[in-house]
Structures are given as C-alpha cells and as structure tokens.
C-alpha cells in the first residue's frame, strides 16, 4: 500500500463546560489513503463527528480544546500549521460534507452562487465562468435539469438533492480526502444507495481517499475497505472490511454484527446491544464497554485495554483479543 495522505495520530480532544470536561476523542489513529475508503462507524456520541471537524480545524476554540496528537495531511501537521496553510488545505487538500446538509447550506442565496463563489475566491474564476462550472458540478452529482437549477434556493431542493450539492461543493476544489459525516442518515433508502454510489464514483474518478463516517453496517459492508470501530470516543477495533466481518476482535463490534438485519435472518432473531453507551464526563477507569459486555472479566474493570494487533493489520482493544478473534470468547 502507498503511504497514507492524511494521519490522525494520537488525537485527545475534549469540551469543558461548567465544571465538566468531557474528553469527546482518546487517543485516536487513523490513516486514510489514495483511492481507498475508511469507514468510522460507531454509535451516537461516539466521536465520530468530533474527530472529523478537529481534522477540518473547526475544533480548536472554546468550549473545544486540542489535547493532544497531530493531523499530518501531505507532510504538514495542520494542527501546528499556519492560519493561511490550513485554510488552504480546508476543500482543496481536505473536503467534508457535514452531517446536516440543510444547515451547512446558506439559505438566502442560490446554490449556484454558492458553488460559485468558492470557485471565485480560490480559484479566482471570473463569475461566469465560476457559473459555468457550477452547472458542471451539479452535473457531475446528477442533478437533473442542472442549467436551470442553478438559480434555485437550497429550500426548493428535495432532502437528496441537496446532500449532492453539498456533495458538489465539497469536491469544487478537487480535494485529495473527502470526508462524508453521516451523508445518508436523514434520506430514504432508495436515495442512500445512489448517494453511496455518487460519492464512490467521484472517488473511483480522482483517486481521492475517502473517510465515511456512519454507524450504518450496511454501508460499510458495501463501500469499505478499511473500518475503525468507535466507542466511547476511543479507537476499538480496525482492520479491513472482510476481515473484521469474518473475524471481529473485538466483543462490541461482534455485537454490531450481529444487530445487522440480514436477508437470512427473520426480524425477531434481530438482536440489540444491551445497555447505553457510557456518560464520557465520568468514564469508569477500566474497558468503556464493560458494563454492556457478555465476556468481561475482572480485570476489564480495573485496566483500560489498550489497542494491540491480534494479526497483521488487525487491532482490538480488549483484554480478551485473542479469544474473541479466534471464536473462544
Ligand atoms: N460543541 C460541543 N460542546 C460540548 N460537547 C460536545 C460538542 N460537540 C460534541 N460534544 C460531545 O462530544 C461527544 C462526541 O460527539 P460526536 O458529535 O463526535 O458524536 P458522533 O459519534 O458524531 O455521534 P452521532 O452519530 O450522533 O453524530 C458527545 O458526547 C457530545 O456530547
Ligand atoms: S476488555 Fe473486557 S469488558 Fe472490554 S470488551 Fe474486552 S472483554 Fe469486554
Ligand atoms: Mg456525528
């Protein structure tokens, strides 16, 4: 494999309000490369959302603080990087589509002017010509009858169409990582999957490494390569897709697998996690998951397990790695 584009490593961020800090990311690591997709998958409060707006520099002001670890997109560490060299990265190095697409566009002007305007002020395009390849990229992410279109307001798109023009804002500057925060959540299944389909075509074209943010099973069985399993706003598990649906290491990720509604099983053979995910402002000092595990053991309670591979490019954080992997746990 190349050498990845972009790295998180050892990344701490935590949110102090009042008395409380909550520590929202530990320690986290990830590596994205050219032409491949990751997936961070992981229950709601995870951190997912927190680590990607900390690579995107949108995490660094109060009630937000850095901790700790590095973000290393081509050589340059953008959390020590120069105002002007980090927001030069920011769509043109690394991109993101957030979470909530109709917030993140402006509603009071056309979609087109917003395309636009990115292109007039990075790229220095003249206005019609910004014009011009907003219609392009509007194209590019199929919205139909786009040379019209491109006068409408962000309200008169459908829930789809709107995640594709953030999807075509996102990749305007021909960014070398995408990021997509949970770019499906909020639409019916039908538009997901040509969502996906768009945002893997894009890859397929501009060998971009993706980062898919979800906590969908479904999608990361479909377009994956790699998985970084989050929990309590740690690392858990990671390794490629097929290993880890053939082998989990880790006890929450074969709880997740095993939720998966699959076509071979019956909906009341569904299973669910027991429990919750853990408050992060006071975290129990030994495994976060503990209090929902079937196979914990004392020691569970009293040591955090660090992340440690059980095979090459494989890793889990868990006391009982081994036999969990090798179906003895
Ligand atoms: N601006 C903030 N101020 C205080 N706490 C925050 C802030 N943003 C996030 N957090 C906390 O950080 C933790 C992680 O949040 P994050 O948004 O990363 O979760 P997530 O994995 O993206 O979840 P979801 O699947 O619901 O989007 C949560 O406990 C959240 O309450
Ligand atoms: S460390 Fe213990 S509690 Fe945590 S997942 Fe592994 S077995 Fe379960
Ligand atoms: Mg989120």
């Excluded at 990229?137 to 594709?164: C, K, N, T």
């Amino acid at each position: 494999m190349t050498a990845p584009i972009l790295r998180v490593a050892d990344l701490t961020v935590e949110f102090t309000t009042g008395e409380d800090t909550v520590r929202a990311v530990s320690d986290v690591n990830l590596e994205v490369y050219p032409g491949r997709t990751l997936a961070v998958l992981g229950e709601s409060g995870s951190g997912k959302s927190v680590t990607a707006q900390t690579v995107m520099g949108l995490l660094d002001t109060p009630p937000g603080r850095i901790v700790a670890g590095s973000v290393v997109f081509d050589g340059t560490d953008l959390l020590k990087a120069k105002e002007k060299v980090r927001r030069q990265v920011n769509g043109e190095g690394v991109a993101m589509v957030f979470q909530d697409a109709l917030s993140a566009l402006n509603p009071v002007y056309t979609v087109g002017h917003q395309i636009g305007e990115l292109l007039r002020v990075r790229r220095g395009m003249s206005r019609a010509a910004a014009r011009k390849r907003a219609i392009e990229l509007m194209e590019r992410v199929r919205i139909p009858a786009a040379a019209r279109r491109v006068d409408d307001y962000p309200h008169q798109f459908s829930g789809g169409m709107r995640q594709r023009i953030m999807i075509a804002l996102a990749v305007a500057l021909n960014p070398r990582v995408l990021i997509a925060d949970e770019p499906t959540t909020a639409l019916d299944v039908t538009v997901q999957a040509q969502i996906m389909e768009l945002l893997t075509d894009l890859q397929r074209e501009n060998g971009m490494g993706l980062v898919l943010i979800t906590h969908d099973l479904g999608v990361v069985a479909e377009v994956a390569d790699d998985v970084a399993v989050m929990y309590a706003g740690r690392i858990v598990e990671r390794g490629t897709v097929q290993e880890l649906f053939a082998s989990a290491a880790h006890p929450y990720t074969k709880g997740l697998l095993r939720s998966m509604p699959r076509p071979d099983r019956e909906a009341d053979e569904l299973w669910a996690i027991p429990g919750a995910p853990p408050s992060l402002v006071r975290l129990p000092p030994g495994c976060a998951f503990q209090p929902r595990c079937d196979v914990a053991v004392e020691l569970c309670s009293v040591q955090r397990p660090e992340l440690t591979a059980v095979a090459a490019g494989r890793s889990s954080a868990c006391h009982r790695r081994e036999e969990v992997f090798h179906g003895r746990a």
